[in-house]
């Protein structure tokens, strides 16, 4: 796509006279980084508190045509394999959109709020997810937020930067969602992020984004971080980047998600099953899978990048999978990586080996997070 | 002593018979701090276009290309422990590769110094 058709953000021209690298991301112009780079900005967010605009993901109110809360509840458990009637008003939930076959269709965040659900989509997914919903959910009115904005205050100092202007944050916790007034903007905030920091998720009227984004930069502890830190912190705090990590071809169980179902929608459970591929990722779930996404703690200085097969042994003569995101850590000040690999193999401290550039670099699995999540809980 | 720049945003010191490589200050702000620098080993006998080195930063891997014939001599001994070096100060202590021509003439089809602002 040529720059002039990408699309922008309400902060398009906060990222441009901020220096912003702009890139393009998904149909839009998005800041890859901006002076500092993407080394200090990353640090940024874990010492201090970092501002990104998340404009380009999809927000989506779902609601049951007959009104009630629960009913659009029950219909969203016919696509995706968490419970969300168990899930309270003013909570969120990680979870995905799988299809027949198990895979994954896109990740998502759903929060209750009242009667109805509110959905967070990727970029790249969000034509697709909300014709998946239209087409499924003829019970529900999907309405798509168009005229909303998403920024994410993450770091050890978002509560304290947020809190200056809604002193309310402070009493939440960890995938908590309130709506607060944030300087005449009604906000919609979650406790939630994608860098493994305490932080929070703010949706707000896209008119209001850039006087809020600027009111938050005024806070010394704050600065615009952009999407090449955000892609770095998530890799480290062990999430997955859709597209890289998870994709139509891969289950929830394959890649270690099994958390995000809960015990009602297993075997045995409530309202077990229900949901497209069911039987194949409740079936993985009882019986295992052939492959798991671990952490990979490559040896050396050089990053280990996706793409990059993975071996048993130096002589490339047993494949195990291949490695889905790697770059080098700013925290841990070492390569980082994330793939897939035979289960045999996927035991933290496991030693594989990576083929890099026609070198066999050898790599230990790693329990993931390789960076402690500090979640308020 | 000549220095020459190729489009790809490298240079290319030359005495003698002795070319040494780095990278442009335009390119080191490009790709943002580097966090690992590996050059061929020295003996390695490239050709114009082959990839001598490959720099990489947080986010990418960068190939460093061989602008004319020649044999690796020397790699910068500094970069495996400071490859940040290569950002701070491209053009200097940030040298990549050092070696040698064997085919000089083939210097004239790039840019000197003069005739492109680094």
């Known amino acids: 796509m040529s720059a002039d058709t990408l699309l922008h953000t309400p902060l398009y021209s906060l990222h441009t006279e ?121 019970d529900c009115v999907v309405e798509v937020l168009e005229d909303r904005a998403l ?60 006087r809020v984004a600027r009111k938050l930069l005024e806070q010394p502890a704050v600065k615009l971080i952009g999407l090449g830190a955000r892609d770095s912190l998530r890799l480290e705090a062990g999430m997955c980047l859709y597209g890289s990590d998870i994709d139509e071809t891969t289950t929830p169980v394959e890649a270690a998600l099994e958390w995000s179902i809960q015990k009602s929608r297993r075997r045995g459970g409530a309202r077990a099953g229900g949901f497209p591929g069911a039987d194949v990722i409740l079936a993985q779930l009882e019986e295992g899978v052939s492959r798991r996404r671990v952490g990979l703690l490559p040896e050396g200085r050089a990053p280990v990048r996706g793409g990059a097969p993975l071996y048993a042994d130096v002589e490339f003569a047993t494949p195990l999978g291949k490695v889905t995101s790697g770059a080098f850590g700013p925290t841990v000040e070492a390569p980082v990586a994330m793939g897939y690999v035979a289960t045999d193999y996927a ?29 308020k809980r | 002593m000549t220095l020459y720049f190729t489009k790809d945003h490298e240079w290319i010191r030359v005495e003698g018979e002795t070319a040494t490589v780095g990278i442009t200050k335009h390119a080191a702000e490009e790709l943002g701090e580097l966090v690992f620098v590996e050059a061929r080993d ?41 490859p940040a070096r290569v950002s701070s100060d491209p053009e200097g202590e940030g040298w990549i590769v050092k070696f040698r021509l064997s085919n000089p003439d083939q210097l004239s089809a790039l840019m000197d110094a003069d005739a492109t602002p680094p």
Not at chain 1, 166 to 187: Q, S
Not at chain 1, 347 to 374: H, I, M
């Open chain 1, 18 to 138: 901020s220096g912003g690298k702009m890139v393009p991301f998904a149909g839009y112009a998005m800041p890859l980084n901006y002076a500092d780079g993407i080394m200090a900005e990353h640090r940024h967010v874990r010492d201090h508190a970092g501002l990104f605009d998340v404009s380009h993901m999809g927000q989506v109110r779902l609601r049951a045509r007959s009104g009630d809360g629960e009913a659009a509840a029950l219909a969203l458990e016919r696509l995706v394999p968490a419970d969300m009637v168990a899930l309270k008003n003013g909570k969120q939930r990680y979870t995905q959109f799988t299809n027949e076959k198990g895979g994954i269709l896109d990740d998502l965040m759903v929060a209750r709020m009242g009667e109805s659900l509110l959905l967070v989509i990727n970029a790249a997914c969000k034509d697709a997810d909300i014709a998946h919903l239209q087409d499924e959910l003829a």
């Open chain 1, 151 to 210: 920024l994410a205050l993450q770091g050890p100092e978002a509560e304290a930067a947020l809190a200056a202007l809604a002193p309310a944050v402070r009493d939440m916790k960890f995938m908590d969602v309130l709506e607060v007034d944030v300087d005449g903007a009604l906000c919609t905030i979650s406790r939630s992020g994608y860098t493994g920091e305490d932080g929070f998720e703010i949706s707000l009227p896209a008119m209001d984004a850039s």
């Open chain 1, 347 to 375: 035991a933290p401290q496991t030693s594989v080996v990576a083929e890099l550039r026609g070198r066999a670099v050898p790599a230990v699995v790693q329990a993931l997070p390789f960076v402690p999540a500090r979640f």
């Open chain 2, 42 to 82: 020295a003996g390695t006998v490239v050709k114009a276009g082959d990839s001598i080195a490959v720099v990489e930063s947080v986010k990418a891997a960068s190939d460093i290309y061989a602008p004319v014939d020649g044999e690796v001599l020397d790699n910068n001994p500094q970069l495996s422990d400071d």
